[in-house]
């Protein structure tokens, strides 16, 4: 049997913060209102930034970029859109979480066609994060670092500020500890 084909990719994902509870809140048409802002703004700066959306999930997306500078471009600038809106009744926030690794592609109709571990570890990066927040683990940090020294120019405003935390070390829930050896029969 022939083993899948495997590819190096750079995946995102987003998430709106407390969707389930803003729909009750504010009730369905209130936040649809505020999901169609949240929608064009992904969609237009996926465009200009060449991402490929993968998957639409009702409340975020699952994205693949070309680069890593090209994914936390696209991030600074989204995270940017969504601060400025415009928002109506329902103000939305979102957290971005950005990975790198082999994936393998697989037909899916409705899906994203991703299985890897690195789609898992991308998803449960971006679910530590706060609203506005864009978390990266530790390779696309360390390589997008050299070339994004300062927020991408938006039109109209003054170049945010942008600042670089390490976190530190995380121990995700469902994940194994690595295995440092490799053996081959």
């Known amino acids: 049997m022939q083993a899948p084909e495997t590819r190096f990719a750079v995946l995102l994902f987003t998430d709106i913060v407390g969707s389930t509870d803003m729909k009750e809140r504010y009730g369905v048409p209130a936040f649809s209102a505020a999901l169609v802002t949240h929608n064009r703004h992904f969609e237009r700066l996926a465009r200009e930034c060449r991402l490929t959306i993968l998957q639409n999930m009702g409340d975020g997306y699952f994205a693949e970029a070309g680069g890593i500078a090209e994914a936390l471009t696209f991030a600074l600038l989204f995270q940017d859109a969504m601060r400025e809106g415009p928002w109506g009744k329902v103000r939305l926030t979102t957290r971005v979480g950005i990975h790198v690794g082999e994936v393998s592609a697989v037909a899916a109709a409705g899906g994203s066609g991703i299985v890897a571990p690195a789609a898992d570890l991308a998803a449960r990066v971006m679910s530590l994060a706060l609203g506005g927040q864009i978390l990266l683990t530790r390779v696309?940090?360390?390589?997008?670092?050299?070339?994004?020294?300062?927020?991408?120019?938006?039109?109209?405003?003054?170049?945010?500020?942008?600042?670089?935390?390490?976190?530190?070390?995380?121990?995700?829930?469902?994940?194994?500890?690595?295995?440092r050896s490799l053996s081959s029969t």
Do not use: T
Not at 152 to 168: F, N
């Open 140 to 179: 696309p940090f360390d390589e997008a670092r050299h070339f994004i020294r300062e927020h991408p120019p938006v039109s109209g405003k003054a170049v945010p500020a942008l600042r670089w935390l390490a976190h530190g070390p995380y121990r995700m829930i469902g994940l194994r500890p690595a295995r």
